[in-house]
């Protein structure tokens, strides 16, 4: 079975909720409501398969959607499996995976396809949040390379100004060689 027949299928439920489909593709599908859209897609180079759910964009604003992986992680909804898109490789296996995601788009994102637009702002700052933290821990592995690499050369004024910008967030040992730095760089 061709992936827009799959996902038509699996989806089905959306058109009993005063879904219609408004764009169909061989690998894309999307359904709007005159608040809400959910677009299924499945990228066949890299086997991606995913459900995205946004608010229909005001006049002159572009669409934002937000993926169902996201929508589950801001619920609390611990699904190991679901941390990343379905990897499916071949349009043959798409059935299964296109009803678990359909499953999970019917089950717990109903308040975005009521298009509940709380939710989103919910949904907008849960995504930036997740954002910053990432940019977060970058930096911090950054630093720390950076640190560790001038403690094994005993730049000791390096290992203060880098370990000194990320002090809060140093481990036990860090805060011994930033101590250790401070006391003998002096010298």
């Known amino acids: 079975m061709r992936f827009a027949e799959a996902a038509k299928q699996a989806f089905s439920f959306l ?3 005063n879904f ?3 764009q169909t593709g061989p690998a894309r599908l999307q359904y709007e409501t005159a608040q809400s859209f959910v677009t ?3 990228d066949a180079r890299s086997g991606e398969l995913n459900v995205f759910v946004g608010l229909q964009p005001r006049k002159g604003e572009a669409a934002d959607a937000f993926s169902l992986t996201d929508v589950l992680a ?3 909804i611990d699904v190991p499996e679901r941390k990343m898109p379905f990897q499916v490789a071949e349009e043959s296996r798409l059935r299964p995976f296109l009803e678990k995601l359909a499953e999970d788009t019917q089950v717990n994102a109903q308040p975005a396809l009521a298009g509940d637009r709380m939710f989103f702002r919910r949904l907008q700052a849960f995504r930036s949040g997740k954002a910053q933290t990432y940019m977060r821990d970058m930096r911090l592995r ?3 390379s ?8 005993r730049e000791l004024d390096k290992v203060v100004n880098l370990y000194t910008s990320i002090e809060k967030d140093l481990s036990e040992s860090e805060r011994g060689k930033l101590d250790y730095a401070r006391k003998h760089n002096s010298q």
């Open 74 to 76: 801001m619920q609390g």
């Open 15 to 17: 058109e009993h909720a």
């Open 20 to 22: 219609r489909l408004a």
């Open 142 to 144: 950054r630093v720390r």
């Open 40 to 42: 299924i897609e499945w």
């Open 146 to 153: 950076e640190a560790e690499n001038a403690w094994q050369k």
